[in-house]
């Protein structure tokens, strides 16, 4: 028997919504309690940016009374040792994977790898019994996609996919007005989302630039919005058809350099990141060059890059809803419009366009100035979602903004994995590897059909079946394991 089963046939014959198929909470179980506290002990792997700085150091400091990390693992020794000092653990340290496993029996391991590796992490975790948490995307393939849906269901351990963007409290206002049926049936979605000429453009100076490495943008950065589409339209993918190319970035430019920092064009090129004024990035990244080559402030222009700049996507539903889809990498200004097309109605979004914020803000001020008693500007933002009914009015609803991670959805996902995996989920902000899959599937599809210039079935890709409604068991046969 491997480690662990026994306290996960002991968690599903105590917890009647996941025996039923519903997956209500996180699906892993609380470890630990007043009258038995024991710690869950979790391992690490990749130790970047992400790793360290949320998967790290903010679980260490909220839930060190529950969890214990237990190993850290990195390719970069350099790396992996200042992530330990910046954590503030004191547990060991490896460079290969397979030797933390054995030598530290995690309960739980989580994966903030390079995207193309994560289905290796995942399985061999699951393998040893331990349950996953594993970043977004959950693989940027096909064939890495089943074999991740296979270990799981062979293990009976579980896989949690961080999709952090649900938790916020403007995404999760629109899921609730959705459940709600505010404006009737919906029957098309336009979503459209623009990275600005900086956070755009960082994901061409390293690993994100390259296909085999992170499976396109498609994959990397639109499965946290094909993630939160499945979520809000509450269906499965069938039909995917896309373009997309590379305009901007890469070969494009007519010259480049070996990186930013020894750069002959740093006076010309508008794009000039000077990573030696960030003495946190010096530390893990540059210092750590000598190790394994990767180069934080690579050239935007070289020759390697070969994901597409630009891309648009039509997705059509189990349930025939539509969407029109696209992504673009180097926007004056950062945001997204969102609108739901409804059979009553329409719900419109959007973040951070900066005529709109301007405005809010003079508003905010204009509101402020007029109710305080102290007789000085307060500022006070929300985002808005604008609900417009066929032959009526348009009312604004207004979502108070959280400065913090991700609409405060950062901190909300690791209290549920953590602090409280069993807390009810009603609007299933947890995620799996059916929603992890369905997602990546959909960035995979859309990459194929660019390049194979072809509708692509999302059945065509695993043994998934796309269902009218999410969170059906993917085989008959899956029945008892979900
Ligand atoms: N949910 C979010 O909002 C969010 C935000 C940022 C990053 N991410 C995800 O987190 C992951 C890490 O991103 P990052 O920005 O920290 O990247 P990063 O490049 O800073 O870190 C990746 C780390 O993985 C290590 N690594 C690569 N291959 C490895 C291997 N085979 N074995 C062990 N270690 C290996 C690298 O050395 C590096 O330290 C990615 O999957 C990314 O998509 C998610």
Known sequence: ??????????????????????????????????????????????????????????????YSDIIEFVGLCDINPGRVELAKKYIGVSCPTFTSFDEMLIKTTPDLVMVTTVDATHHAFIIKALESGCDVLTEKPMTTDEIKCQAILDAERKSGRKVIVGFNYRHGDHFTAIKELLVKNRVGKITSVDFHWYLNTYHGADYFRRWHGEMNK??????????????????????????????????HYGKNNPYRGPNCRQCAYKDKCRFFYDITKDPDYMALYVDNE????????????????????????????????????????????EGLTIAFNGMLGRIDTWQDLPW??????????????????????????????????????????????????????????????????????????????????????????????????????????????????RGLPRLPQDADEE
């Open 1 to 62: 028997m491997k480690k662990n089963q026994m306290n996960r046939r002991t968690f599903l014959g105590t917890t009647g919504a996941v025996a039923a198929g519903t997956l209500l909470t996180s699906g892993i179980p609380a470890f630990g309690s007043a009258s038995k506290p024991v710690r869950r002990r979790i391992a690490l792997v990749g130790t970047g940016g992400r790793g360290i700085g949320f998967w790290g150091k903010p679980v260490q400091d909220r």
């Open 214 to 247: 992170s499976g396109s943008l498609l994959v990397h950065k639109a499965t946290h919005h094909f993630d939160l589409l499945n979520w809000w339209i509450d269906s499965d993918p069938t039909e995917v058809f896309a373009y997309g190319s590379l305009e």
């Open 290 to 333: 000598k190790y394994d080559g990767y180069i934080r402030d690579n050239c935007l222009w070289r020759d390697s890059i070969d994901i597409f700049d630009k891309m648009a996507v039509q997705i059509k539903y189990a349930n025939d809803v539509q969407v029109s889809y696209s992504l673009t990498t180097y926007s004056p200004f």
């Open 356 to 469: 709109r914020s301007k405005e809010l803000a003079d508003q905010a001020q204009k509101h402020a100035l007029e109710m305080s008693q102290e007789k000085k500007p307060v500022t006070e933002e929300y985002n808005e979602i604008m609900v417009s009914d066929n032959f009526g009015q348009t009312s604004l609803v207004k979502v108070p903004l959280v400065v913090t991670g991700h609409g405060g959805g950062d901190e909300r996902l690791q209290d549920r994995i953590f602090r409280n995996p069993e807390t009810p989920d009603p609007y299933k902000h947890m995620a799996g590897t059916r929603d992890g899959a369905m997602s990546a599937l959909l960035g995979i599809a859309a990459r194929k059909s660019i390049l194979e210039k072809r509708i692509v079935r999302i059945e065509e890709l695993t043994d998934i079946k796309p269902h009218p409604a």
